[in-house]
């Protein structure tokens, strides 16, 4: 059983750059969420993805956007690329059946730097 | 006022200590709780959920006191393979009926041999 996978794992951009990232959720999950963690932070919710539709949103601005696809997997694009979204990039899934609803599975998370 | 806020820490703790965390949450709102283990450079993971009659697993024990907003975590005969960072977590239910996961920027603990 596969659990959540993200890519890349690292990714150095420049200012003003754009990126996107990918992720596949676990296996029977229907629900992806995005983080970012700064250094010595808990991650920051950015936006939640159900049925192909941005469900909820953080406190984060347009630059940063997403989609998820029929087969549930997502991506998360930034663009204008800031310094400050220097961060681990995280992928969450969960499902929305069954007891165990609240309960989100992380994946490895996408290093990103920009100089 | 953080949504979730937590000591930072470091617990520096010797082998075989009890450690206790808290975390206090400022939305009344909140409907489950979660603590989760993030170790250096890695995704967090799963610790236990938090529920309101306060539940154990093994060696940890989580508390909800929804009277003060606040959760806690109690790791008995700590191991040296349980130094990492605690994050203490909210899910707030939203308006959509979606929910969304709020993080205390967490509590590192250290145990030392």
């Known amino acids: 059983d596969a659990g959540v996978t993200q890519s890349p794992t690292h990714l150095i951009k420049t200012r003003g750059q754009q990126v996107t990232l990918r992720c596949s959720p676990k296996?029977?999950?229907?629900?992806v969420s995005w983080y970012q963690q700064a250094l010595g932070q808990g991650p920051q919710f950015i936006f939640q993805?159900?049925?192909?539709?941005?469900?909820q949103r953080g406190n984060f601005p347009d630059r940063f956007s997403g989609h998820q696809f029929p087969n549930y997997s997502s991506e998360l694009n930034v663009n204008a690329l800031l310094l400050g979204d220097s961060a681990l990039y995280l992928c969450?899934?969960?499902?929305?059946?069954?007891?165990?609803?609240?309960?989100?599975?992380f994946g490895p998370g996408t290093r990103l730097t920009v100089t | 006022r953080k949504e979730v806020e937590q000591d930072p820490g470091p617990f520096n703790v010797p082998e075989g200590a009890t450690v206790a965390f808290n975390c206090t949450y400022s939305n009344s709102a909140s409907q489950s709780f979660f603590w989760y283990r993030q170790d250096c450079r890695k995704e967090p993971k799963l610790l236990m959920s938090?529920?309101?009659s306060g539940n154990e697993d093994g060696r940890f024990t989580a508390q909800l006191n929804r009277a003060s907003q606040y959760i806690s975590l109690l790791i008995r005969d700590s191991k040296l393979s349980d130094s990492a960072t605690y994050l203490c977590v909210v899910n707030l239910f939203m308006d959509t009926g979606r929910r969304a996961l709020t993080f205390g920027s967490g509590t590192r603990l250290q145990v030392q041999p």
């Open positions: 296996s029977g999950h229907d629900t």
């Open positions: 969450a899934s969960s499902s929305l059946a069954g007891d165990r609803v609240d309960e989100q599975y």
């Open positions: 993805y159900y049925e192909e539709e941005e469900r």
């Open positions: 938090v529920y309101s």
